[in-house]
């Protein structure tokens, strides 16, 4: 006979109303009974403590403190709502505590959770220093205010998700109440050990997911899909025992937005998961927006899609949002903290601490560790670590990068050239990360009149990709974040940039004989906007062409960076020719990726030093390559994964 397995989440069955009634108690009885608690609260990782005294806590953090310290989870102390002040007198009172200058937008009142979100064009006024301003709205209304920022570009993207969380507040705060429960099940805290089992993206670039298992939880890290094929390896390894069925999972963390990281996430919502999904805002913003359009591609090219629209809101209704540096407990014994990845906005490495000082695991998603125009290097220092898992893209002993520099005066020489004999300049891009890279450099440029101040067009969702950075300084850089937030000069704002809105609009800058520059998805070729000012431009010399991003083998891209004099297009059941005379340069040095060097230095840089790295994120030969020369030069025990291998840290 079988013997029954352990399910974590079900083994134990919780009185979740026992669990809070409990938990008020023992709160109550740590006040002394001063202070009139009236309902305690699981809100995703937080424990909500309701009290009619709210204002003495305002006053005093040290009770909130002791509050923490007791239970051991974060606390938030909350007004009891049905002492608040009706939300017009309360909107009223909060427009003459924040100053003018913060330009406060809309105000939204919840009244079953007593919290007031307050949209802000400057919100780091609305906040004040060190949170005086919310700390003063608190001490005068009870309500507790979050502000969130009003994007000098603004969003649908955004401005969707906020409405659709406002519309969904009710059935949010019951899904928060579950996972609140689930993370505080008593745990069995005996007969520990860890492992991780490598689901995809192991000796190979997509499909990345990792399952971190101990005796008490599951975690799935990352759940990406494979771009470049429909066949069976679409999808990681999602259908083993140990993952199935999904309900099991405690909780899925995603590092950053693209889709081989985090394309599959919504199918988990299909097929029976409805935990959370933890990850940093921008993440979540910039993958919905890359989940909506791969759902676009995908109908539009006939493929069945893995997952409907409406698992894509699924998941936006189960993401619990974090900054980087913050602390929560995602299961019994498992805390999550992201840091700075370096590689695209929110882009995040995953840090675990697991049963209580047993274990602790970084999990580094894709990586730069370099300076660049956008983001601060990857994070390098941890509290604990013992295991990194780190990605090998170009891990190759071969794969040196040029410097940022080098790739800008490359740039401007393609671009000076060009203008002179009167011609266009076509890049393709991505939309998410190097677009916006590419901006900043064309921006400064213009600035410092190093090229002539032509118009830039962006075509694609780079538009809207940008509108998302510019909603989240605080991810950038520190040059940039000061840049913006004390200088007020925002280079994403420049007037060089111009949308291109319409099809009336390409054709127009298709046929317009005076030079500018274009930025247009997709940035393999492989479809997109790109296509229409390609087929157009390709055959006058005095064009030029500039790649800046990695171009797989099989794309367009590839074979027209590969020197092409001449490729065939399908265009409505025809064939058409198109003979390349334009100019087509590539420039390195734009990648988001750590090369090589990084890499090394990134992993001999990593404080404290971990006892075992595993290798991940990149091709076969990258991830051996790059584990010897760990192993070798850094006496670092290394592990090179296949898909479907497990292993046991304790
Ligand atoms: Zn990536």
């Not at 009003?150 to 519309?167: A, C, F, G, Q, V």
């Not at 009336?504 to 998805?521: F, K, Q, W, Y």
Request: glycine content about 8%.
């Amino acid at each position: 006979m079988r013997s029954k397995t352990f399910r974590p989440g079900q083994a134990v069955k919780v009185e979740h109303e026992d669990l809070l009634a409990k938990l008020k108690k023992s709160i109550s009885e740590q006040l002394k009974g001063t202070i009139d608690i009236t309902r305690v609260e699981f809100e995703g990782p937080i424990i909500v403590v309701y009290t009619r005294d709210a204002k003495i806590f305002a006053k005093d953090n040290q009770h909130a403190r002791n509050i923490a310290h007791m239970v051991r989870r974060r606390v938030e102390i909350r007004a009891d709502p049905s002492i608040l002040d009706p939300p017009d007198r309360a909107k009223t009172a909060i427009l003459k505590i924040i100053p003018n200058s913060a330009e406060v937008g809309n105000m939204y009142f919840d009244s079953t959770t007593g919290k007031v979100t307050i949209e802000a064009a400057m919100p780091g006024l609305a906040i004040g220093k060190n949170g005086t301003v919310l700390n003063a709205i608190r001490r005068k209304v009870g309500w507790v205010p979050e502000v969130v920022r009003i994007s000098p570009i603004p969003s649908k993207t955004i401005d969707n998700i906020r409405e659709y969380l406002r519309d969904v507040r009710d059935e949010r705060i019951e899904i928060l109440k579950k996972i609140g429960k689930m993370i505080n099940r008593p745990s069995i805290r005996q007969d520990n050990w860890v492992r991780t089992i490598a689901l995809g993206g192991y000796r190979e670039v997509g499909r990345s997911c990792t399952l971190l298992n101990t005796r008490e939880s599951k975690i799935l890290v990352d759940v990406g899909m494979n771009n470049s094929t429909t066949g069976p390896d679409v999808s990681p390894y999602l259908y083993l025992s140990e993952v199935q069925p999904l309900s099991t999972i405690d909780a899925v963390v995603v590092t950053h937005a693209h889709l081989d990281h985090s394309g599959l996430v919504p199918a988990l919502f299909m097929y029976g998961y409805d935990g959370p999904i933890y990850c940093t805002a921008p993440t979540r913003d910039l993958m919905s927006l890359l989940q909506v359009d791969s759902l676009k591609v995908f109908n539009a090219e006939g493929i069945k899609p893995l997952y409907r629209s409406e698992d894509i809101r699924g998941s936006i209704k189960h993401c619990i949002t974090l900054d980087y540096g913050e602390t929560v407990d995602v299961s019994p014994d498992i805390k999550l903290t992201l840091h700075n990845a370096g590689h695209i906005l929110g882009s995040a490495i995953a840090h675990f601490h697991i049963g209580d000082g047993l274990y602790n695991i970084a999990i580094t998603g894709d990586t730069k560790y370099e300076k660049t125009w956008l983001f601060d290097p990857a994070q390098t220092n941890f509290p604990r670590l013992e295991a990194a898992l780190v990605e090998a893209t170009y891990g190759g002993g071969n794969d040196i990068q040029p410097s940022r520099d080098g790739a800008r005066e490359n740039l401007k020489e393609i671009i000076n050239t060009t203008i002179d004999r009167k011609g266009h300049i076509l890049i393709p891009v991505f939309a998410v990360g190097r677009s916006q890279e590419v901006m900043l450099v064309l921006e400064r440029l213009v600035r410092q009149n190093e090229i002539p101040e032509v118009p830039v067009y962006l075509d694609g969702m780079i538009w809207e990709a940008t509108a998302i950075h510019t909603a989240y300084p605080e991810f950038l850089n520190r040059d940039l974040r000061e840049a913006i937030l004390k200088r007020n000069r925002n280079p994403f704002l420049s007037p060089i940039f111009k949308r291109v809105d319409s099809n009336e609009m390409r054709e127009g800058i298709i046929n317009d004989p005076a030079s500018c520059i274009v930025l247009a998805t997709s940035g393999m070729m492989n479809g997109g906007p790109v296509m229409e000012y390609f087929k157009n431009w390709a055959d006058d010399p005095k064009n030029s062409m500039s790649f800046v991003g990695y171009q797989a083998e099989g794309t367009l891209g590839r074979r027209i960076q590969r020197g092409a004099d001449e490729i065939s297009l399908m265009e409505r059941d025809k064939h058409l020719n198109i003979k390349i005379r334009m100019d087509v340069e590539t420039t390195e040095g734009f990648s988001g990726h750590s090369d090589r060097k990084q890499l090394m230095r990134f992993v001999s840089n990593l404080n404290p030093r971990p006892s075992r790295i595993l290798m991940f994120h990149g091709d076969e030969k990258k991830c051996i390559e790059l584990g010897n020369a760990i192993n070798r030069q850094l006496k670092i025990e290394v592990n090179v994964l296949h898909n479907l291998e497990g292993i046991r840290y304790r």
